[in-house]
């Protein structure tokens, strides 16, 4: 048995926090994968995700796009999210990168958290790409499985997109240059609640592991690792984080 210790993580100089979808599951946020419950449930979310998709139907995918916003708004960030907010408080220097297009890790106090894959909360013009400059009605509660018009540009009257990375788009080209120097840079990296699957986001945990860093997974299912410096806890993250900082050692079979 070797034991994953919070002196290990306050021992770090610079501890990065790489989440996906996980870490906001027990906020009631539904993973990418099970977002389409009820009404939605007839739709694949990655054909929702795409350019086309608006372009063919946009008030379809701005619908989604509102209620998965509206799903935001009703939660609070949990205790995987606190903790992260609190750790930053314990190590000389704290960088999260999240997949995740909510702003929990924001509202639970993390600050500077690079979003790879935008977020809800920055729609932005679909002609022009300004930023959309009017007030989304939070109160209108979007009803689940209906379109929903979109809004329109004050500048050129194109249609408001929501301000997230479809699938065929390149990342924000800054998000991901500061995403890989902190991993570069690290020398522990926190992986919770991703499953890894989406490129070029699931790189950075083997950036941080190629320039030697420690690299410890977070996850309902365990990960497969190697070496000394890689570790898998096994369980959900607003139960295992909070348990890290208590002083709780997690103790697993590599
Ligand atoms: N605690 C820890 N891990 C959890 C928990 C929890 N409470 N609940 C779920 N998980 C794990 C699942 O086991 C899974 O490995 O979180 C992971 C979620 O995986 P995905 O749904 O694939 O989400 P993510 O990895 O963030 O997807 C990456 O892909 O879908 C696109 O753009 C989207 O940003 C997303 C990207």
Redesign the pocket.
Known sequence: MIEFQLQTLLEARHVVVF?????S??SGIP????ALTGLWSRFD??AL?TPEAFRKDPALVWGWYEWRRSKVLAASPNA?HLAIAELARRVPKLTVIT???DDLHERAGSRDVIH??GSLHAPRCFACTRPYAGSLDPLNEPEEGRSLEPPRCHRCNGKIRPG??W?GESLPAQAWREAMAAAEDCDLLLS???????QP??QIPRMARARGATVVH????PESVEGDNEFSLV??????LPGLLGGGEKKYCE
């Open positions: 989440t996906g979808a996980g870490v599951a027990e993973t990418f994968r099970d979310p990655a995700a995987a997949q995740n297009v790879l894959h997230v990375v699938f919770i609640g991703t499953s890894g699957l989406v986001a699931a977070v996850n309902l299912q369980g959900r993250a607003a139960e295992i």
